[in-house]
């Protein structure tokens, strides 16, 4: 248990289809992240929220919407999805101060499947 | 964007084995970290290094920040089948509030009886 909690575990959706992921840290940290795990390919940053407001997107395609309400709770929106998009989301927090606030931990990610 | 070079990038190693990996860049981090992934799984981390020359032991994993801020290794002593899955450096830079992880490839680890 990282403290980073992710819904749904797993996702299959229609490329017409609009769901949501959810991520919810319980760490009281500061900043979370979205990134994208494809089969042999390394870890790629989607999006950075710091203190709830958007301070990267790594020009991730507009079909992949990014909410932040509050500093415990970030989704990623999924709109008219192509299968190339099938990967492992995993959503992370840092403290974002003091020595450890690089420290980033993980949630177990959700697996998206597009069909 | 930028990627670290890990190696090995997969290892067969017998239980009881010490294993070594390591990571090199280009470029400068503030910090290195150590993550281990299972599959189907989110990494977890494993340590994190803050101090250029750190040397950080958790349990039979030890890892180490090159002086010159640029490479980390790690080290499993004794292996374990529970060791199985892959490992992946990263590098951090801050952003503010926020970090910067730069992820090597991974080095995928089987350990065999």
């Known amino acids: 248990e990282t403290g980073v909690t992710q819904t749904p575990r797993h996702l299959v959706m229609g490329m017409t289809n609009k769901k949501s992921l959810k991520c919810e840290q319980h760490l009281g940290h500061n900043a979370m992240y979205w990134y994208k795990q494809s089969a042999k390919k390394p870890l790629e940053l989607m999006f950075v929220?710091?203190?709830?407001?958007?301070?990267e997107n790594n020009s991730v395609p507009s079909r992949f919407s990014p909410e932040c309400p509050n500093s415990s709770h970030l989704f990623l929106h999924l709109h008219t999805l192509q299968p190339e998009d099938s990967a492992l989301y995993l959503c992370?927090?840092?403290?974002?101060?003091?020595?450890?606030?690089?420290?980033?931990?993980f949630g177990e990610g959700s697996w998206l499947t597009v069909v | 964007g930028q990627q670290l070079n890990q190696s090995p990038q997969s290892m067969f190693i017998q239980e009881g084995e010490d294993v070594s990996m390591n990571c090199t860049s280009s470029s400068i981090f503030n910090t290195w970290l150590w993550y281990k992934q299972d599959p189907g799984e989110g990494p977890v981390l494993l340590i994190a290094l803050y101090k250029a020359g750190e040397l950080t032991s958790n349990g039979r994993l030890t890892a180490q920040f090159g002086t010159t801020r640029k490479d980390s290794f790690l080290n499993i002593s004794a292996s374990i089948p529970s060791d199985v899955g892959i490992y992946f450096c990263a590098g951090q830079r801050r952003t503010g509030t926020a970090s910067k992880l730069t992820f090597g490839t991974g080095t995928r680890l089987q350990v065999t009886l």
């Open positions: 992370a927090s840092s403290q974002g101060t003091g020595r450890s606030g690089n420290t980033i931990y």
């Open positions: 929220y710091s203190l709830e407001e958007r301070v």
